[in-house]
């Protein structure tokens, strides 16, 4: 073998005898830290090139969910605009005693002719709208028990506690024996 065949020359040289990248003197060990930092360089801006590849890449594939979603809203937005246009009263869990008698079942003749006649408005007692939850109670969750008339039954109870009360005003006094008997509820 000729001897240009082994030599450790390079294969392309620069007129200069240089190489075509200057990259600095070697240091003493043989290695350039600025062949290295421009190594490194170039390895960042490749990672920083295929992630930014890759985010291009998972929004182009979840282009197709984002319009799935998109349809589903729509779907929802249709359905619930076809629906029912008025809603249905929802059913309350408050206890028909509870509530008071508004509606007298004899009609007034003035009434019934249409005649502009004088009519009192219902006037509601406290007991009425404490049991109605319209005014505020002592104790929260407490409902008391009205009669007919409005006015504040004498035996009242909550859970497992029962008390006397004035019926006009509602207010807790002595009890009488007769009444926790069952003679008055």
């Avoid at 190489?19 to 600025?34: F, K, L, Q």
């Avoid at 059913?91 to 007034?108: F, T």
């Amino acid at each position: 073998m000729p001897e240009s065949e082994n030599s450790t020359e390079p294969l392309i040289r620069a007129p200069s005898q240089q190489t075509a990248i200057d990259v600095g003197e070697p240091s003493p060990g043989g290695r350039s830290s600025r062949a290295y930092k421009v190594a490194g360089l170039t390895l960042l801006a490749c990672v920083l090139i295929m992630g930014q590849a890759m985010i291009a890449y998972f929004l182009l594939s979840q282009r197709s969910d984002i319009k799935t979603l998109e349809e589903q809203s729509n779907n929802l937005k249709e359905q619930l605009t076809n629906g029912r246009s008025v809603s249905v009263p929802m059913r309350m869990h408050i206890p028909m005693n509870a509530l008071p008698k508004l509606m007298d079942d004899s009609v007034d003749e003035e009434a019934s002719t249409g005649s502009p006649g004088k009519s009192d408005p219902v006037q509601l007692t406290d007991c009425q709208l404490e049991a109605a939850g319209v005014k505020p109670v002592q104790v929260p969750g407490f409902r008391p028990d009205c009669d007919e008339r409005g006015l504040y039954r004498v035996k009242q109870c909550y859970m497992t506690q029962c008390w006397c009360v004035n019926p006009a005003n509602g207010q807790q006094v002595t009890c009488k024996t007769s009444v926790f008997s069952g003679e008055i509820r």
